[in-house]
């Protein structure tokens, strides 16, 4: 007889894949059961960048660097683009400049440089240098191309003999099988559940007692930059100071929080903040707004595409371009505030939610804990 357990995985996006990854190396056979024929959800549709930058300081940075960690070394093997090439937070109020000082002096990490406009004019041609007061580069944040990083992935657990059953909706748990579609049942000794938005179906209950909301994000790809020109790093300006928790501690960020919104209220009311993340081909991901909520009016805003548009204007002087590409992604988050939700409806059933705009980030480190719970 058999005696190799089994996990079943719901969800073939990055949470579902880690999770899948980190199993079938811990000795499990190992099925992922996907909705779609690929995956199509917030792991195909975000900027594609691994931001230690973002997280808070402890014990979620180091599991933000692990994962960093775990994308560049199975790179090579399975087989997508990454670059190394670091974020450059550009402050142009001097209440940014503050935050960045202030940042860079709590870290005393030598990943992390503060430069002047000069630094950045010599290693930075396409960062706007009018009004720059200073900027701050860090060295271990990465980009990824996120769907042909999924897909590379998709076809890498395949070949390391993952089961991947595409086009297959889990519809109900039993107490050791999971229903789909199709009446099928797959045995379980150990679920994990990363359905992303469409975890309600499964735990609905358990869910909204968790506290999750759904945010929906305004993204667009523009044509390659002229000329092969690079950005050199992931580029942000003032408004993204105030989006991630990391910055949270700093004394001086309430300060730019309130200039910023008294400023620019329209940007605010979006929920504005602007990456600009350049992939292989040169193209860059651009983004991105926030909306709130459980259900969101369908249709693009070109209202906000300008909001971005003029934001990425203030740190960038880009050759000019045009968007190709545009989409919305939603991610789960939590009311609380805790970056990573991770609930036990049962004792063998494991559901990963709420990882905000952090996901791709976290999600290795993650999932290496759910796997090392189960010994
Ligand atoms: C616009 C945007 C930008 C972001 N940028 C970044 C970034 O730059 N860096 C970063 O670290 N993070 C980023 N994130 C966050 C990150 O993308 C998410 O945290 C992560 O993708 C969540 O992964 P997931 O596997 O839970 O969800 P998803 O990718 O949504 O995967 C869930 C999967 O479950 C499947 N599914 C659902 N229901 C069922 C069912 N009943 N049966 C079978 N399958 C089912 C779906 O089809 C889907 O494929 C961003 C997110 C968004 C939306």
Known sequence: MN?????????????????????????????????????????????????PIGCRTG??????????????????????WIDPCGSLSLAYRQEAWEVLQEFGQNHGDDSFQLMTPAEVAE???????????????????????????????????????????FETPAIKVHDDEVETGDGRRFAFDQLVIAAGREMRVLFPDELKAAGIFQSRLQMMRTTPLAGGQRLGAVMVGDLTLCHYPAFENCASIGALRERLHEELPEH?????????????????????????????????????????????????????FEVRKRWHGIYLKST????????????????????????????????????????
């Open 336 to 375: 609380k505030g805790i970056t990573q939700v991770v609930l036990h409806p049962r004792e063998n059933v494991t559901m990963v939610t709420a990882m905000g705009g952090l996901g791709m980030t976290l999600s290795w480190g993650l999932a290496r804990r759910t796997v090392q719970s189960w010994s």
């Open 3 to 51: 005696s190799q357990k089994r996990c079943v995985i719901v969800g073939a996006g990055v949470i579902g894949q880690t999770h899948a990854l980190e199993a079938f190396r811990a000795g499990y056979d190992v099925t992922v059961i996907e909705r779609d024929a690929r995956p199509l959800g917030a792991s195909v549709r975000n900027f594609g960048t691994l931001w």
């Open 268 to 320: 605010h009311a979006h929920g504005v903040h602007v990456i600009a993340a350049q992939h292989e081909d040169g193209s860059l991901t651009l983004g991105d707004s926030h909306e709130y909520g459980h259900d969101f009016d369908p249709g693009y805003d070109s209202g906000v595409e300008s909001l971005i548009l003029e934001a990425l204007g203030e740190f960038t002087r880009l050759p000019k």
């Open 59 to 80: 014990s979620e940075r180091e599991q933000a660097l692990e994962g960093v960690s775990r994308w560049k070394k199975l790179a090579p093997e399975v087989g997508y």
């Open 123 to 165: 290693g930075y041609p396409l960062a706007n240098l009018e009004r720059l007061k200073g900027a701050l580069f860090s060295a271990r944040e990465s980009v990824v191309q996120a769907h042909s990083t999924m897909t590379a992935m998709t076809g890498f657990l395949a070949r390391e003999g993952v089961k991947m059953s």
